[in-house]
T-cell receptor
Framework: DAKTTQPTSMDCAEGRAANLPCNHSTISGNEYVYWYRQIHSQGPQYIIH???NNETNEMASLIITEDRKSSTLILPHATLRDTAVYYCIVRVAHNNAGNMLTFGGGTRLMVKP | DSGVTQTPKHLITATGQRVTLRCSPR?????VYWYQQSLDQGLQFLIQYYNGEERAKGNILERFSAQQFPDLHSELNLSSLELGDSALYFCASSRTSGSPNTGELFFGEGSRLTVL
C-alpha cells in the first residue's frame, strides 16, 4: 500500500472548516484513499473514502486532486467533539475476504472554542 | 456503537502471565482484525481472520496467538507477558461478500491491558 504524509498536528476554531491535507504521491491506480479518525483512546471510526472523484457524506467531504497525489478531508463546521487524530490511508480495493488497514501517525486535530 | 464487542475493557496482570482477549464481530461480518496500540508505536496491525482461517499476519509476536471460532467470535491470547505488552488492543470486523466495496472496518472500543 502507498505511503501517506500528514501534518503531525493542526488547530481549528470551533465552527470553522477544518481542512486536513494528505500527500500520497506514490498512489497506484487501483488504490483508494480512506480517512478514519480516533477520538481519544476510542476505536478508530471510518469517515469517508474515495478513488478519484470528490466525495461527501454526512460527516465530511473528501477532495482528491486530479493527479490523485494528494487529498484533503474537510470538516465543514468543526465542533469540539471533532478533536481527534485523523488518519489518511491508501489501500487497494476491499476484496471478498477483507483487507487490513495500515495506520500511520495521523494528524492530531485540536478544535478550539 | 460500532457493533463490535470486546471484553474485558480493562485488564491488569503481572509479567509472565497469560491473558485472553475476546472479540465479537458485527452480525454477519466474516473478517476479524486485531490491532495493538501502545503509546510509542501507534496502531499496529497484528492479525486478520476470515471465516475461521488466518488471512493476513502483521507484527504479531510469537508469544501472541489468535483464533476465530465457528460462531465468528475471535480470541487473542497473549502469553509470557512483558511490561512492553501494556497497550490498547482493538478488534475490528468488516463486511465481506454481498456488500458494496467500501473497505470499512468497524472497530470495537478496545481492551486496555496493563502489565505490572
Amino acid at each position: 500500500d502507498a505511503k501517506t504524509t500528514q501534518p503531525t498536528s493542526m488547530d481549528c476554531a470551533e465552527g470553522r472548516a477544518a481542512n486536513l491535507p494528505c500527500n500520497h504521491s506514490t498512489i497506484s491506480g487501483n488504490e483508494y484513499v480512506y480517512w478514519y479518525r480516533q477520538i481519544h483512546s476510542q476505536g478508530p471510526q471510518y469517515i469517508i473514502h474515495g478513488l478519484k472523484n470528490n466525495e461527501t457524506n454526512e460527516m465530511a467531504s473528501l477532495i482528491i486532486t486530479e493527479d490523485r497525489k494528494s487529498s484533503t478531508l474537510i470538516l465543514p463546521h468543526a465542533t469540539l467533539r471533532d478533536t481527534a487524530v485523523y488518519y489518511c490511508i491508501v489501500r487497494v480495493a476491499h476484496n471478498n475476504a477483507g483487507n487490513m488497514l495500515t495506520f500511520g501517525g495521523g494528524t492530531r486535530l485540536m478544535v478550539k472554542p | 456503537d460500532s457493533g463490535v464487542t470486546q471484553t474485558p475493557k480493562h485488564l491488569i496482570t503481572a509479567t509472565g502471565q497469560r491473558v485472553t482477549l475476546r472479540c465479537s464481530p458485527r452480525s454477519g461480518d466474516l473478517s476479524v482484525y486485531w490491532y495493538q496500540q501502545s503509546l510509542d508505536q501507534g496502531l499496529q496491525f497484528l492479525i486478520q481472520y476470515y471465516n475461521g482461517e488466518e488471512r493476513a499476519k502483521g507484527n504479531i509476536l510469537e508469544r501472541f496467538s489468535a483464533q476465530q471460532f465457528p460462531d465468528l467470535h475471535s480470541e487473542l491470547n497473549l502469553s509470557s507477558l512483558e511490561l512492553g505488552d501494556s497497550a490498547l488492543y482493538f478488534c475490528a470486523s468488516s463486511r465481506t461478500s454481498g456488500s458494496p466495496n467500501t473497505g470499512e472496518l468497524f472497530f470495537g472500543e478496545g481492551s486496555r491491558l496493563t502489565v505490572l
